[in-house]
Each structure stands twice: as C-alpha cells, then as structure tokens.
Nanobody, 128 residues
Framework: EVQLQASGGGLVQAGGSLRLSCATS????????IGWFRQAPGKEREGVSCITGSDSSIVYADSVKGRFTISSDNVKNTVYLEMNSLKPEDTAVYFCAAGYMYTSGCHPGRYHYGMGYWGKGTLVTVSS
C-alpha cells in the first residue's frame, strides 16, 4: 500500500524557517516523482517543488525559488522541504504527492499530471 505522510508544519513568524518531511512507503522510491504542493484558504492548490527519485532532478515554483530547498533521502524514502525566509503568503496546508516517473510530470507553476498518490497535509502558518 502506497503511503505518504507529511509532517513538520507549525506556526512561525515571518522570516522564520520550517522543515517539512514526507515519509513514503509502498513503492520504489527511485522510480517516482515526488512533489510538494500547497493550498491556501480560498485558493487553488499549487505546486511548490518536485524532485525525481532516480536522478534528483529538481524544479521549484518561482514564488519559492531561493527560499525553499527540496531534498530526498533515498535510504529513508523521505523527501524534505526546507523553507526559509517564510512570508505570510506561504501560509497554507502543504501536501506531498507521488507519481510513477514514466507517467507523471511535475513542473510547479506550469503543470503537473499523474501524481496519483497524495498524503494528508500539514498546516504551515506564517504570522506577520
């Protein structure tokens, strides 16, 4: 059974940092694209960053470039999102999702498809 579990959210002041974790199980980590997405109140879900398990190809949404860093631990089958210089507009529920790399695509801000597995989100609140 495929499982993704996001954790690490919380309340932080603007300018602060948080590190999210996405623990995965039930699939071959190297064969999947794993991404972070977020949904703010009243807004559509948007892509934040994606990483390909096999070669660690990484893409970011323009809104988080230079502030967020995605990484993966292929031994622990876990993907991380290090978030620095947080802004109030980063407030959202953050989700991690996964898709088989040969039938999925993820380019935050442009498209994503085939991300068939989603975990429950973790809430990030950035106060001003």
């Amino acid at each position: 059974e495929v499982q993704l579990q996001a954790s690490g959210g919380g309340l932080v002041q603007a300018g602060g940092s948080l590190r999210l974790s996405c623990a995965t199980s039930g699939f071959t980590f190297d064969d999947y694209v794993i991404g972070w997405f977020r949904q703010a109140p009243g807004k559509e879900r948007e892509g934040v960053s994606c990483i390909t398990g096999s070669d660690s190809s990484i893409v970011y949404a323009d809104s988080v470039k230079g502030r967020f860093t995605i990484s993966s631990d292929n031994v622990k089958n876990t993907v991380y999102l290090e978030m620095n210089s947080l802004k109030p507009e980063d407030t959202a529920v953050y989700f991690c999702a996964a898709g088989y790399m040969y039938t999925s695509g993820c380019h935050p801000g442009r498209y994503h498809y085939g991300m068939g597995y989603w975990g429950k989100g973790t809430l990030v609140t950035v106060s001003s």
